[in-house]
């Protein structure tokens, strides 16, 4: 069985389609940022300009910590286990930073190399379905026009990250409903 990532940008409905996929096969589930674990100082710093060190570091620690239970569960229990986020979301989130800390950004997410993901879906969307989910969101450390506009370039960099690995599925979750048996069924024929 496999490890299996979804990624994309903030917004893009990644816990949810973790979520849906984990209850359609019985299977473990582990999400980014769901469960309200986020430092608020850690959020905040993707808009305020502050060094991203502390942001970096928080979230490699989580991706390192999540990938490998995930690893082993699916390994030792011969099942799936779905993921929000991969490693390459953390190379992703380096990239958009201030380019004055890029060589201390890259040391740190290399921690995440060890990891060999079996299969990542990236989720993409167009920009005015993603400002409609960001909307409904509501969070108050997300300001709706600076998160689209960082969740567009952060897309962009997925993308193009993403080219560069051959395990990783695209889909465009513009039109699809994860909520929908026909939308769902989509993912999971493209898993196959």
């Not at 986020?38 to 490699?60: A, D, H, T």
């Not at 997410?109 to 400002?131: A, G, P, S």
Request: charged share 35%; proline share 3%; net charge neutral.
């Amino acid at each position: 069985m496999a490890t299996i990532c979804i990624i994309g940008t903030s917004g893009v409905g990644k816990s949810f389609l973790v979520r849906q996929l984990a209850s359609k096969e019985c299977s473990p589930a582990f999400f980014e940022g769901e469960t309200g674990i986020i430092p608020k100082e850690v959020l905040e710093s993707v808009f305020n300009g502050k060094n991203p060190m502390k942001r970096c570091e928080w979230y490699v620690n989580h991706y390192v910590e999540t990938f490998r239970t995930a690893t082993n569960i699916s390994k030792k229990l011969g099942i799936n286990c779905f993921v929000d986020g991969a490693p390459i979301t953390a190379y992703a989130n380096v990239y958009l930073d201030d380019k004055k800390y890029l060589d201390e950004l890259l040391k740190i997410v290399k921690e995440v190399d060890e990891f060999k993901i079996d299969k990542i879906i990236l989720l993409t969307i167009n920009k005015d379905k993603l400002k409609e989910f960001i909307s409904k969101r509501g969070r108050s450390e997300e300001p709706v026009e600076e998160t689209v506009e960082r969740s567009l370039k952060l897309q962009d960099e997925l993308i193009r990250l993403s080219k560069q690995q051959d395990n990783v599925i695209i889909i465009d979750r513009s039109n699809l409903d994860f909520s929908k048996e026909e939308d769902l069924k989509i993912v999971m024929d493209k898993l196959k």
